[in-house]
């Protein structure tokens, strides 16, 4: 009975639906988007936390069963639990003001102020009837101040929240002095009222500005694997510029004066279109060789630069192996291999550090690339894998892809450095 209750209702198990929802809602997020979720859960789970220990458990343990507290206690219990709902309601918005997403309404937290004011009206109440012992009452104070402070402390400035916090220390001061005049009593108040907003303003500004400066890089990350796309198609263009500048402007002028030649009936017209017909024909063997050298890529530049733009981007690199002595073709496949998989990492995957192997085998050479990043690389592109198996096939070469490891992401290229070797299909 227990193993069917674990049963769902698409006949998984529970544990399963876990690890659904884990490859859905984590594993595809980046290491910042991680990160932020795992802040805003806890501070959802912070105000339910202060509420339940500071507030429900002293409450029910220590309320006086009179009539007039005991209703005073139900309302501050039902206002506390409003006020928790009120508080993760605004979590999310409050934090996408603080990192300047979005703009957050100017009477957005009139509701969160209006429930607090009235649990601290409550809990002076319930001091002044004596319905429960003075303890619990400065508890009380702490648990109402805590949930909305962690909301305020993202949107107001810190002199700001520091000074009303300090104005309103005093107020509760002056109200606990008529209601119940122990000077103990009266200076914990004040105590309780700075520790709740301290504690508040420190774990909302803390974890946001940790989350400010993980986006940051994360932002950083994202610009140097653009710039270093923008720099190769930079290097393209100057390349081809070279090779059909002087050409294209050498066409232009022999066409002119085979035009001027023409017209006065000169057969050197035909001489100057046949040497145009030559340049032009030169210029496009050398296009050609510009373009082909773009997508031949060579195994040694390939490794130095997936080295360099990974490193760039905050991901450590390590290389071993060299590419020196291996046929053209070889390297030009490993090479989009390596070229393949770096952008892969930069753009799908979220590794802290990636490592690339080349080594010889009696025939052939085996290139391995790993990386931590699993989750949304191993998903990302069935059509870049496809691409890179159709061109080893062409040198008979093979490719493996997939989980290795918990989080460990793995793709293995093999390629023979003679002869023919049967095709295999591998699937990841």
């Not at 979590?91 to 209006?114: F, I, K, N, Q, W």
């Not at 003075?134 to 402070?149: E, S, T, V, Y």
């Not at 420190?202 to 946001?208: E, I, K």
């Amino acid at each position: 009975m227990g193993a069917e209750a674990l049963r769902d209702g698409g006949g998984g198990t529970v544990f399963g639906w876990i690890r659904g929802w884990q490859r859905r809602h984590w594993r595809e997020r980046s290491k910042a988007e991680r990160v932020e979720l795992q802040s805003v859960i806890t501070w959802y789970a912070t105000t339910w936390f202060f509420s339940l220990f500071w507030l429900a458990l002293p409450l029910v343990g220590g309320l006086d069963h009179r009539p007039l507290p005991m209703a005073v206690g139900g309302l501050l219990l039902l206002l506390g639990a409003l006020q928790c709902v009120e508080a993760n309601r605004l979590t999310r918005s409050v934090l996408d003001h603080y990192l300047g997403r979005t703009e957050l309404p100017p009477r957005a937290l009139r509701p969160a102020a209006v429930l607090l004011a009235l649990e601290l009206a409550l809990t002076v109440a319930l001091a002044a009837l004596g319905g429960t012992d003075a303890a619990a009452i400065r508890l009380f104070i702490g648990a109402a101040l805590l949930p909305f402070g962690l909301l305020y402390g993202l949107v107001a400035p810190i002199r700001v929240f520091l000074r009303r916090s300090a104005v309103l220390a005093v107020v509760l001061m002056a109200v606990f002095a008529w209601a119940d005049p122990d000077p103990a009593g009266i200076v914990m108040a004040g105590v309780l009222t700075a520790f709740g907003a301290l504690f508040s303003l420190l774990a909302c500004r803390c974890g946001a500005w940790t989350l400010s400066v993980l986006w940051e890089a994360e932002r950083a990350r994202e610009v140097e694997a653009r710039l270093a796309v923008a720099e190769e198609r930079l290097r393209f263009g100057r390349d081809l510029h070279d090779v059909m500048g002087r050409n294209l402007a050498v066409i232009a002028l022999k066409s002119e004066l085979a035009v001027q030649l023409a017209r006065r009936g000169r057969p050197d017209a035909v001489e100057q279109m046949i040497e145009v017909q030559r340049i032009a024909q030169e210029s496009q063997r050398e296009v050609r060789d510009v373009v082909r050298g773009y997508r031949e890529a060579d195994l040694g530049v390939e490794l130095a630069g997936a080295q360099g733009v990974l490193k760039a981007a905050g991901i450590s690199c390590e290389v071993s192996g060299e590419a020196g002595g291996l046929p053209a073709e070889v390297q030009s496949a490993l090479g989009w291999v390596v070229r393949e998989t770096t952008t892969n990492v930069l753009r799908h995957g979220d590794p802290g550090q990636c490592t690339v192997a080349l080594r010889r085998t009696e025939g052939h050479v085996v290139l391995t690339v790993e990386n931590d990043g699993a989750g949304s690389t191993a998903g990302d592109g069935g059509s870049g894998l496809a691409g890179l198996r159709e061109r080893l096939r062409r040198v008979d070469g093979t490719l493996e892809a997939g989980l290795v490891g918990a989080g460990v992401f793995r793709v293995v290229a093999e390629v023979p450095l003679s002869g023919k070797v049967a095709v295999r299909e591998v699937t990841s």
